[in-house]
């Protein structure tokens, strides 16, 4: 048996437990450079105040509606996410991560023999992280992943269930009505390009899905729709996700810049602190790279569009950021001064393990030894980000194209300086 427990609108609930006065108030989270709505809370969602709504559409009406809008605080999220995590896995030792707001449990076999005792554990769980760190969740108890899930979304949208679902402890024809009325989209990892062609196939409904033929469902479509329909009968298909850590298969830094850049050297900064942040991530992971990818791009609406591309096949696998600093450079005599660039990028591929890929002196960087990557990291990690760089990554005053993010909140648990002050 398993328990999904889930952030009820994770950012916005995360930026209200430092601002109180946001509750009950229509509050909407933006992306990168204040672009468009990314989280809304449900005061918010009510008004029609979607994600992926453009804020400059919605910047005009927000005084009228009573909207407050605020820029994204990862350095808050990240935080928050790991406080989340932590705590869950304080009930179980199977804890699987899925997302920055969500995971799976699993539920002792003592537990999951009792419909009451799993409906107490998910009311400790949700009044546990409520308690420690004031966070709204809704859980949901299962035999599956796909019906788990489903139980959330019930717990969610069904205030009797009062945020805890334990779907063997509903009554059998309560849940084939359920299934019956939800369209087949509201399964988990039914997308709507999938959805058209499972209605073309006469599969409308959750319950039309979970009726299928297996065998014809994977002959139509494919073994991962096999499983979710095997899932929904109850049947466990669906494994935990492998974990991945130090094993990604490619790693991007790219981002879009708040103002357009328009020079070379401004281009040769921008490449120099992505070569640098792509450093520390490889160290994190504990892998090195072989290929990276520097890239650029104008609008694609602009009229002189360009996006250069150089691909450079590194001398030997490295995480160092002297190296890839050098390596993403090979991009800037394609970079026209003049031309008004919206993003940059590198793409590292062809990771391997540090662990295994030490190569022959002949090819070893003197300065990869010093480890800068790894002191970088500490120091940002624990003075700032903008305190420490490398090379033109480090230029102070930074670049003005950095991340817009006009209505940020305190990083209060993240920065000394925006610490939260408590009074008793």
């Known amino acids: 048996m ?11 609930s995360w930026e209200r437990v430092f601002r109180p006065d946001l509750e009950g108030v229509p509050t909407v989270v933006l992306s990168n450079n204040d672009g468009m709505v990314v989280a809304s809370s449900k005061e918010a969602k009510a008004l029609g105040l979607d994600l992926g709504r453009p804020w400059f559409e919605l910047r005009p009406h927000a005084q009228r509606l009573g909207v407050t809008a605020l820029s994204s605080n990862y350095e808050l999220y990240g935080d928050m996410s790991r406080r989340f995590h932590a705590i869950l896995a304080r009930f179980t030792p199977e804890l699987e991560v899925y997302s920055i707001d969500e995971a799976f449990l699993r539920v002792s076999p003592r537990i999951a023999r009792d419909p009451d005792a799993m409906t107490a554990l998910g009311r400790e769980i949700k009044d546990t992280l409520h308690r420690l760190i004031g ?14 899930k489903l139980a959330n979304r019930s717990a969610k949208k069904i205030a009797a269930f009062d945020g805890v679902c334990v779907w063997p402890a509903t ?17 988990w990892g039914i997308a709507s390009r999938l959805e058209r062609r499972l209605v073309a ?3 409308s409904s959750i319950a039309d899905l979970a009726a299928a033929d297996p065998v014809r469902i994977r002959k139509a479509f494919n073994v991962v729709v096999m499983r979710t329909a095997l899932e929904l009968r ?3 298909s669906i494994v935990a996700e492998e974990d991945r850590t130090g094993r990604k298969e490619q790693l991007i ?23 640098q942040q792509a450093a520390t991530r490889l160290v994190r992971h504990r892998q090195v790279a072989k290929l990276l990818t520097a890239f650029a791009g104008t609008s694609h609406y602009s009229e002189q569009r360009s996006f250069p591309s150089v691909l450079v096949k590194l001398p030997a696998p490295t995480a160092d950021p002297v190296e890839l600093t ?15 660039y919206a993003r940059a990028g590198l793409m590292l591929t062809d990771l391997r393990p540090a662990e295994v890929s030490q190569p022959l002196d002949l090819f070893r960087f003197a300065h990869e030894e010093s480890r800068i990557a790894e002191l970088i990291d500490k120091v940002q990690r624990k003075e700032g980000r903008d305190l420490l760089g490398l090379g033109y990554g480090g ?17 209060a648990t993240t920065h000394w300086e925006e610490l939260a002050t408590v009074r008793a």
Request: net charge positive; proline share 8%.
């Open 2 to 12: 398993l328990a999904h427990v889930d952030c009820n609108s994770a950012y916005v």
């Open 135 to 148: 966070v709204p969740v809704c859980v949901g108890i299962a035999e599956t992943r796909t019906l788990a």
């Open 171 to 187: 009554r059998p024809e309560w849940r084939q009505q359920l299934m019956s009325r939800l369209p087949v989209s509201e399964v």
């Open 201 to 203: 196939m006469g599969i």
């Open 234 to 236: 109850g049947v466990p």
């Open 253 to 275: 830094v790219s981002r879009s810049f708040s103002e357009k850049v328009t020079t070379r050297d401004g281009m040769r900064q921008a490449l120099s602190i992505y070569a």
């Open 326 to 340: 050098r390596a993403a450079h090979r991009l800037l005599p394609l970079i026209e001064d003049g031309g008004r």
């Open 395 to 411: 230029m102070r005053p930074g670049p003005s194209w950095q991340m817009k993010r006009e209505m940020l909140t305190p990083r």
